[in-house]
């Protein structure tokens, strides 16, 4: 049982004096990596709207009518014809009451 414990001994003391191995999981290594995946992911977000955008516009092009080759007669017109009557009409109201007598009036 003496060996075992001088083993175990010689063991940890060797251990003891190693160089821990470096910590992958650092605050400024994980802030590193986050900035490049948000670099990535907002790469991709502008590429991908980069190509909808043209395949939007590929597709509007390849299946939207282009302009007529012949010009578009106009058709009858729609609005109905407006009557003029010439009898009858007045310019002055009726029925306005007259200004009492020596009132002032106002001439323009």
């Given at each position: ?41 907002r ?32 058709g ?20 306005v ?12």
């Amino acid at each position: 049982m003496m060996e075992h414990e001088d083993t175990l001994r010689a063991t940890f003391s060797t251990l003891g004096g190693e160089v821990a191995p470096p910590n992958s999981h650092s605050a400024a290594g994980v802030i590193r990596r986050g900035r490049a995946v948000r670099s990535r992911r907002r790469t991709a977000a502008v590429i991908g709207s980069a190509v909808a955008t043209a395949a939007v516009a590929a597709l509007a092009l390849a299946f939207l009518p282009g302009a007529p080759s012949t010009p578009v007669v106009p058709g009858p017109s729609l609005q109905t014809p407006s009557r003029t009557t010439t009898g009858g009409v007045s310019t002055t109201p009726t029925d306005v009451p007259e200004s009492p007598a020596g009132s002032p009036t106002t001439t323009r």
